[in-house]
T-cell receptor, first 111, second 115 residues
Framework: GQSLEQPSEVTAVEGAIVQINCTYQTSGFYGLSWYQQHDGGAPTFLSYNGLDGLEETGRFSSFLSRSDSYGYLLLQELQMKDSASYFCAETSKAAGNKLTFGGGTRVLVKP | DAGVIQSPRHEVTEMGQEVTLRCKPISGHDYLFWYRQTMMRGLELLIYFNNNVPIDDSGMPEDRFSAKMPNASFSTLKIQPSEPRDSAVYFC?????????????FGQGTRLTVV
């Protein structure tokens, strides 16, 4: 099964804020990253957290707490174009920088 | 750089046939990953290479799947013989180590349909 857990789907309206949580369990954890994938497209990198705390990139922010084995992606001022799937992914040192993805969260933005 | 290039973009083949998927990583990247994506199983890591050497192939479903990386600019994923359950989108991604793999760049994927 997945070593990363995230909700399967979230629905929100334009202008709202959405938080997507991700919990991980793998030993040898190195860092957590987030990817966006539109239908029919390829995953594209959004952000990375190697240390505890918040990383902000425009409307998107990502947070990591190693002590809680938990992170989240925060989407602010939602726009229609943000409708996509969002994946958390962990880098594990256990096997030399293995990059493993969670199941993805489908975000649907409504007018 | 043109990014990660995969070919073909679409492949339809009959059950039992051999399928070869190709990937050209971004120049200078020393990590290459092969993923398979389906609705049921999400993004599964099949195998990854570091400096052309396979590091972890524990995600390869069975012996019908094989992957090679003969040089830094080319990798193949082969399925022989193919089965309908292999139908999926196969992604190749590359990265360079900077204190761990932080950002992976994905190709556009190969949509494989086995009938």
């Amino acid at each position: 099964g997945q070593s990363l857990e995230q909700p399967s789907e979230v629905t929100a309206v334009e202008g709202a804020i959405v938080q997507i949580n991700c919990t991980y369990q793998t030993s040898g954890f190195y860092g957590l990253s987030w990817y966006q994938q539109h239908d029919g497209g390829a995953p594209t990198f959004l952000s990375y957290n190697g240390l505890d705390g918040l990383e902000e990139t425009g409307r998107f922010s990502s947070f990591l707490s190693r002590s809680d084995s938990y992170g989240y992606l925060l989407l602010q001022e939602l726009q229609m174009k943000d409708s996509a799937s969002y994946f958390c992914a962990e880098t594990s040192k256990a096997a030399g920088n293995k990059l493993t993805f969670g199941g993805g969260t489908r975000v649907l933005v409504k007018p | 750089d043109a990014g990660v290039i995969q070919s073909p973009r679409h492949e339809v083949t009959e059950m039992g046939q051999e399928v070869t998927l190709r990937c050209k990583p971004i120049s200078g990247h020393d990590y290459l990953f092969w993923y398979r994506q389906t609705m049921m199983r999400g993004l599964e890591l099949l195998i990854y290479f570091n400096n052309n050497v396979p590091i972890d192939d524990s995600g390869m479903p069975e012996d019908r799947f094989s992957a090679k990386m003969p040089n830094a600019s080319f990798s193949t994923l082969k399925i022989q013989p193919s089965e309908p359950r292999d139908s999926a989108v196969y992604f190749c991604a590359s990265s360079t180590r900077q204190e761990g793999v932080t950002e992976a760049f994905f190709g556009q994927g190969t949509r494989l349909t086995v009938v």
